[in-house]
Every structure is written in C-alpha cells, then in structure tokens.
C-alpha cells in the first residue's frame, strides 16, 4: 500500500508539474491579453515533434529541449503578431474561435508532417538510471522534472513579484492603456508573453515525451486537462494555476489507478465544483 | 468583454417575412423531392442535414439569441436518444412511449445542469456546460449495462399505435421535414413572443434587464431548457434515422461540430444555423472521400470566418443584400 500511495504520488507529481508549465503559459497569456488560448495544445504537441525532430538528428536531449522551445515560442510569437493582435478589441468568443481554429489547423498539419505513429523520446543519459529513497526505486528523470517545475514555479513568482518586469507585467493586467500611456511598449511585451507562454508548452510537450509518449490527439488532452487547471486555479493568477495543477493532477493519478472508469468524472465534477462554489451569493458576471 | 457582448453585433434583422418564404419554399421543394425521384442517398442527406438544423437551432436559442455559449449541447441531442434507446429496448418500442421519455430525458436532464451552469456567464458558462457534458459521456461510456457502453445501443424499429413504423426511407424522410417544419414555426413563435423579446433584452444588456426588475437566472433556465427540449426533438429523430446511439453522440467533438454549424452559418440570424448544418454535413460527406484533413479544412474556414465575415454566411449574405439595394 505505502509502495502504491509513492509511486502514484510521485507520478501524479510528474504530471503536476507538466500541467503546470502548460497552465502557466496559458493563465499568463489570459492575465495578460485576456485571450484564452485553445490553440495552447497545440503548442505542447509541437513542441514534442520538434524535440523529437531535433532529438533524431543530435542524439541530445537537451538540443532536443531547446528546439522544442524555442520552436513552439516562434510559432507562438508569429502568431500573435500576425493575428491575434488584430483580435485583442474583438469580443471573447471571437479569440475563442480564432484560437481554435488554429488548433485544428495546427492538429492536421501535425499530422501530415509527423505521421499518425506513436513516437517518444528517450530521456537524457545523464537522468536515465534510478534512485533509491527510503524503500523505494524512483527514476531519476521523474524527480528532475518536479524540480524543474518547482523550480519554475518559484522562478516566476519571484520575477512577477519581485521584478521591474513583474512589475510592468502585474501593471498591464490590470491596465494594459494606462501602462502604453506611459510610453512602454505593451504590443511587444504581450508578443513575448505570448511566446514565452506557448514555449513553455513546447517545453512541455518534450518533457513529457518520455513518460507519456508523442501521438496525435494529445493535443486536445492536454488542453481539456489544462483548462481545468486554469479554471480551478483561477484564470491569470500563477499560484493558483501551481495549487490547481497539484490538485488535479494527483487526483487524476490516484483516480485513474484507483477507479478508471471515473477518473475523468472526478475532475470534471471538481471543475463544476469550484465554479459554482466560486459564484454562489454572485451575480454571474461577477465570478473571477 | 464578455461573450454576451459579442452577440450584441449580431442584431437579427427583421425579415421574418423572408424567413417564412425561405422555409415555404423549402418545405415545398424538399416534400415534393420523393416524388420527383430523389435518390434515395440524397434523401439520408436531406434528413441528416435536416436534424442537424433543428439541433443548430435549438443551440442558436442560446448562443443567438440570450447571448449564452454552451459547448456543451450535444449532451440533449444524447440523452434524448439514448432514453428513447433504452425505453425501445426495455420496455417496447411504441414511439408514443419512447418519444415522450427521449424527450423528457432530455428536458429533466437541463433543469438540473441548466439551474447549475446559468449561476456563470461567458467564458465560464462554456466551461462548465463543456464539464457538465463530458460527465454525461463519461457515464455513457462507462454506464455498460444500461448504454452498452463504447459499444452503444441498438435501437428496436419503432412501431406506432402497435404498427410498424418509419421503417421505410420515404416515411422516415417525411416525418423528419415534418418535424422540422413543426420545429421552425416552434421557436420562431417562441423567439418573438414577450419572452423572446427578454431574451434579446439579456443578451444586449443583462445588467438593464436586471435593474427593469425581469428574473434574469428564471429567464436563462427556461431558455436552457427549450434549447435542450428541441436539441432533444433532433436526438430523438437521430435515433430512428441511425437505429444506433453510441458515446460519441454526446462528446465535446459532437457539441463542438454544432457551434460550428451555428457559427459558420451566422449566429442569430433565423436561417443562420440551418445555412451552417446544411453547408458542415455537404462538406463532410464530400470532403471526407477525398481527404483525412477535415479538421485543417474547419479550421481555415473559421479563421477565415472570424477574420472577414464575422456575422456567417447569412450575414455575408444580408450585406450583398443590403448593397444590391435591397431593404434592410
């Protein structure tokens, strides 16, 4: 029973942390530009299949971690420029369908450049052995990415909080006309959020490439996993996209290890929880 | 901006008038197609093409004309189809009793989830009609003894008063335009009575609406329901036409295939979800023989969409209207 709640525990951890990558780029982007990016599964898919790519070619993981982030943040910031910047004074549902779109478009070209096989990709040498804890065996690429994303996790924090560009970050959540008033340069600091969000995905998408595989339709997995996160958490805010991500990723873990069949059920409920306990005694468009 | 106001462009116009002679002419062409020798592949379009416009409609009740987005629609279109399923297979397959517990599956199912789900707007009320219906395709997945599970459910031929029933393609056929017909005037009537009204009140203005004294949450719960209860009409009508239900009738893919309908045919407008559901299943019997890549066609098309004609092809086709010098 102890070597079950450990292993689950720390697989459900793993997964915490790569749903907390896509949620934070996804809760930035929504703080920020007040878009809700649906293409951001997209993103992490892309990422693994130019890790993947790069991988193939190098034989080194960490090339492998580069391209994938720096790849998806491209994409990323090239499609902020051209199109979504026209859509930040158009209405929600529009950036909605917009967003979408491009994850369809972006599905099927995925699709045509990668195949339909299942790929992976192989985790970096230097991480690929075990470590003993107490009674029990852990593969060390498991506990590198809790670290990486704790890491991550303080390492934003601090520099929202703590920084001149958090400061100029928090600024333009808030009032994104007031602070262009000021003579900043909002439209380039929303292209790099926007990058930097969909790089974290790609980013994502490599990491967890040994562990969960490379297919087609994760995409739309980890984008349904991810909104919740994001919705639980609270759209924009950081720490609660890193307590969300914690939450539903070990409840879906232990969920699926223990009831299979209700998983799913489970964090969807959780969802529909959080949200009407959020907007009980509110009028509904007063709900954050 | 909330996704309320996103419908506030999108004013219907009033051509009721037009719609009525649109929807005559049809009706009249499409009734005396059998007769004229349509084969019978294009007569399993024409009912195909014809559900899905009642379910666009019924969707559109929402989205179009109260201002609220559901992703979560396809749940009814399921329901009511696996209630008339399981009552045809438990119990007979009379439709004067499985229609009516299809129906009531589906309606009973949106007091609930409806009174639950109108507590949010915008982005938030998709959400959560999108959670509330994965959860039902959960338990139809899941469900294995009562859905048959990822296998789904055969579905009896129906009998009528104790005599076989729509077993024939032409029977079928005719009752699906009658249906839909019967739908039409349905919520036409409905959309333009005081209550209809109220519902263009929340959607221009919730805040107004509210501070004039009207009971938005009852407003929006009703409109919920009617929306279900016809979304229900469609699932019922797919039931006989497929003698099939499986899982995938109520996943997010099935309630996001709708809102494409209603969107690529324009929002709001009458003709708007019908234009949609005729122009997505055309596109998807003829583009599917010739190419896997269906999603990157949907995908260009809405983007294509929202970057130039953000009102649909029914707004397309009132501007050209309008510019041809047409009345407004």
Redesign the interface.
């Known amino acids: 029973v102890l070597e079950f709640i450990a292993i689950q525990g720390l697989n459900g951890l793993v997964y915490s942390m790569l749903l907390f990558l896509l949620a934070l780029g996804l809760s930035l982007t929504f703080g920020l530009l007040r878009v809700v990016n649906l293409a951001h599964g997209g993103f992490f898919l892309m990422g693994a299949y130019f890790g993947m790519s790069a991988w193939l070619l190098t034989q080194s993981f960490w090339a492998a971690m580069l391209i994938a982030a720096v790849g998806a943040a491209l994409v990323g910031g090239l499609l902020e420029r051209l199109w979504l910047q026209r859509f930040y004074a158009r209405a929600e549902l529009d950036q909605v369908i917009l967003t979408f779109g491009f994850a369809l478009v972006f599905a099927d070209l995925m699709k045509m450049l990668w195949g339909k096989d299942i790929h992976s990709v192989p985790p970096p040498a230097a991480f690929s052995r075990s470590i003993q804890i107490a009674d029990f065996i852990f593969p060390s690429y498991r506990l590198l990415l809790i670290v990486v994303g704790v890491a991550l996790f303080v390492a934003t924090w601090l520099a929202i909080e703590k920084t001149r560009l958090g400061a100029l970050i928090r600024a333009s959540v808030s009032d994104r006309e007031m602070v262009g008033g000021l003579g900043y340069n909002v439209r380039f600091l929303f292209t790099a959020a926007f990058a930097f969000g969909t790089g974290l995905a790609g980013l994502a998408g490599l990491l967890g490439a040994p562990i969960i595989g490379i297919f087609l339709g994760l995409d739309f997995e980890v984008l349904i996993t991810t909104l919740i996160v994001v919705v639980v958490g609270g759209l924009g805010s950081i720490t609660g996209a890193f307590w969300a991500s914690l939450l539903i990723g070990v409840s879906e873990t232990f969920g699926k290890a223990l009831l299979p069949d209700l998983a799913s059920f489970i964090i969807f409920g959780v969802m529909a929880a959080v949200l009407l306990v959020r907007s009980w005694g509110k009028d509904e468009e007063q709900v954050e | 901006?909330?996704?309320a106001?996103?419908a506030i462009?999108l004013q219907p116009p009033n051509t009721i008038r037009g719609v009525w002679a649109a929807l005559a002419v049809a009706a009249v062409a499409l009734a005396l197609g059998p007769l004229a020798g349509m084969p019978n592949f294009v007569q399993a379009l024409v009912i195909e093409i014809l559900i899905f416009s009642i379910l666009a409609l019924s969707l559109d009740i929402l989205l179009g004309h109260t201002g609220l987005?559901s992703f979560g629609h396809a749940a009814f279109f399921g329901v009511a189809a696996y209630g008339l399923g399981i009552a045809a297979g438990r119990m007979t397959p009379e439709l004067m009793v499985t229609v009516p517990v299809g129906l009531a599956a589906a309606v009973l199912l949106a007091i609930p989830l409806g009174w639950?789900s109108?507590?949010?707007?915008?982005?938030?009320?998709?959400?959560?009609t999108f959670?509330?219906a994965?959860?039902v395709y959960?338990?139809a997945f899941?469900w294995k003894w009562l859905t048959g599970g990822s296998d789904g459910l055969l579905i009896p031929s129906a009998t009528f008063l104790g005599l076989p029933a729509l077993r024939s393609r032409e029977t079928l056929y005719y009752t699906t335009l009658a249906a839909f017909l019967l739908s039409c005037i349905g919520m036409i009537s409905i959309l333009r009575t005081q209550f209809g009204r109220a519902l263009a009140g929340i959607r221009e203005n919730?805040?107004r609406m509210?501070a004039l004294g009207y009971n938005v949450?009852r407003y929006k719960l009703i409109a919920f329901v009617i929306a279900a209860g016809f979304g229900g009409i469609a699932g019922v009508l797919n039931s006989q036409f497929n003698l099939f239900i499986a899982p995938e009738s109520v996943h997010?893919t099935q309630s996001?295939l709708v809102l494409v309908m209603v969107?690529i045919g324009g929002s709001g407008y009458f003709l708007g979800p019908i234009i949609g559901a005729t122009i997505v299943i055309l596109l998807q019997h003829w583009l599917s023989s010739y190419t896997?890549?269906w999603?990157?066609v949907?995908?260009?098309?809405?983007?294509a969409?929202?970057?130039g004609a953000?009102e649909g092809i029914a707004g397309i086709g009132r501007q050209l209207w309008s510019r041809l010098g047409g009345r407004q």
């Open positions: 901006m909330s996704m106001e996103a462009e987005v639950l109108i507590r949010l707007s915008g982005f938030y009320f998709l959400m959560i959670a509330f994965q959860m959960v338990v899941r919730t805040l509210r949450r997010w996001a969107l896997e890549y999603g990157l949907l995908g260009l098309l809405f983007i969409l929202i970057s953000r």
